[in-house]
């Protein structure tokens, strides 16, 4: 699948709402559909042996109420598990929490898979906006796309195409604007985003 392809395969919202702990914050919703049974997606995004080979290790008590650790990124606490449907979590990373939920729904012999990241308006978001969680979550739905086409460990060990995180830093600047944001302010935003991931 070439760059674009892959940016235009996942579905994108930004809307306004209030966070867990009351404070204004953003839903950063992102949508894929995947050629797999809700069982297999399921174990992927939940087994410790799998998520290395096409996301990252995660270490911890992976079962409700339990606290998880992403190497090199967050870490946090489960706070649902509903297999193989429903699993939630607080994000918590350089010193904030956000939520994260994702939802699983059998759509004939495939899955769609629907991640919503709850972020609140902190100094982070005015200046990186939507793709500074929305580019990573890319990633890693792209990557999962590929471990449940093969079957296999996804090589991580090369840097994303420069097309596939500008395609997408542009896709949630775009969900950003759709979303009511003030087009120059999101713009700004994105290029601030655009420039962290690809180095310029």
Known sequence: MNPIDAVNAVRRSVTSTTAEDGRDAKAVVAERTYPARPDDVWDALTNPERLPRWFAPVGG???LG???AIEGNASGTI???EPPRHLALTWEFDGDVSWVEVTLAADGDDTTLRLTHVAPVVDHWKQ???GAVG????LGLLGLAEHLRTGEAVDQSGEPPIAFMRGSGEA???AEIAGGAEPDDARTRSAA???FYTGG
């Open 61 to 63: 008590d992976l079962h």
């Open 193 to 195: 985003t655009i420039a």
């Open 66 to 68: 339990g606290r998880y």
């Open 128 to 130: 990186y906006g939507s």
């Open 135 to 138: 580019i990573g979550w890319d």
């Open 172 to 174: 949630w600047c775009d």
């Open 79 to 81: 706070t649902a598990c």
